[in-house]
């Protein structure tokens, strides 16, 4: 009879705890229902992870203003700079994952930095793709009076002279020094690698003649290319550059591998889907639409949009991508 007792109360036990795990199963649900109808319903913070001024910095301002217009509360761009760009994300890898904390960032710095060095955060588990906001290619240059008039003459002139050219970068690890790392690995040359502090710094070297090239960014390049200073020789992209008639894609000269930089929000990984859906549709919005879609434009950038799963894909694949080049090449962080 005791037996009889003890199982019934057990039974009772269990059942009374399956009740009350549903219950508050139910009731998760529910304030994350209630919590997500209404979203926003306060300030989000657009944290950007360097200082400001940079074009990651006016991206990110575009982006808020738009925001803000269209939720109707504000967004606020926040510079947390630090590390290479790791104290920011890491700030949002840590946050609330409610939608009220994102970051914008750069592709090279949020993907290379994870291969450079033993980051706080997992880039693919603690984060959530939300959205890439815009593309941008990088043009392989070299300074106008070095009489180099194509790939193939650099090309030639580096296998004879294995590492005597070298090339300017805004330090290690940064889009200029990833991207001239990969063309060195497909063209099958060795060059010498001169980092400065700074895309300024990099970029005059070249036109001072201390360098012989750069793989810098379609913004930086054309202004030089224009003022007959420099001469492009391969772009970084898969299709032709309108601005740049002539100048061979990386894609026709070696196929497989044409990359795009972009610049892309995340955020915390627990992020409820349904915000995710919200914030990546008001993202595509703003930057589709006619203000600042111009005004990407003439920054040199391409308006994008690509929502959060296709954009996570991209995520990854780049940081495959980058890690291989990292340690094909032996980059180790400075």
């Known amino acids: ?4 007792n003890w199982s019934l109360h057990r039974c009772l036990n269990v059942l009374g705890a399956l009740c009350l795990g549903l219950l508050m199963s139910l009731t998760a649900n529910a304030q994350t229902n209630a919590n997500t109808s209404n979203f926003p319903n306060r300030p989000i913070k657009l944290v950007v992870p360097f200082v400001p001024g940079g074009t990651l910095d006016v991206v990110a301002r575009l982006l808020a203003k738009n925001l803000t217009e269209a939720f109707g509360q504000a967004v606020i761009v926040d510079n947390k700079a630090g590390a290479g760009g790791v104290v920011g994300v890491d700030y949002v890898a840590k946050s609330a994952p ?3 904390t994102l970051v914008l960032n ?3 710095p949020m993907v290379t930095v994870v291969s450079l060095q033993k980051t706080p955060y997992d880039l693919l588990r603690d984060l959530a793709a939300v959205s890439q906001v815009s593309t941008f290619d990088y043009v392989l240059s070299v300074n106008a009076k070095s009489g180099i008039q194509s790939m193939q003459e650099l090309v030639q002139l580096a296998k004879k002279q294995p590492g005597k050219l070298n090339y300017s970068s805004a330090g290690t690890g940064s889009g200029q020094h990833m991207y001239m790392e990969l063309a060195k690995s497909v063209a099958g040359i060795q060059l010498q690698h001169i980092p400065y502090k700074g895309n300024g710094p990099a970029m005059q070297a070249l036109l001072s003649g201390e360098v012989d090239l750069i793989f810098d960014t379609t913004l930086g390049i054309l202004p030089q290319v224009q003022g007959g200073r420099l001469k492009p020789l391969m772009t970084s992209s898969a299709k032709p550059i ?4 002539g100048v061979p894609t990386m894609e026709s000269l070696y196929p497989g591998s044409s990359i795009q930089g972009w610049h892309g ?3 915390p990984a627990a992020t409820p889907k349904e915000v995710l859906a919200i914030l990546t ?3 595509k919005k703003a930057v589709t639409g006619h203000e600042m879609s111009t005004k990407l434009k003439e920054l040199g950038l391409e308006p994008s949009g690509v929502g959060s799963d296709v954009f996570f894909e991209i995520v990854k694949k780049d940081q495959e991508r980058w890690g ?3 340690r ?3 980059i180790k962080a400075d």
Do not use: C, H, Q, W
């Open 242 to 245: 309108a601005a740049l008639p």
């Open 328 to 330: 094909d090449n032996n």
């Open 98 to 100: 409610d939608g009220y």
């Open 265 to 267: 929000v995340f955020a």
């Open 281 to 283: 549709e008001a993202i």
């Open 106 to 108: 750069s592709a090279t």
């Open 324 to 326: 291989r080049v990292i």
């Open 1 to 4: 009879m005791k037996m009889k």
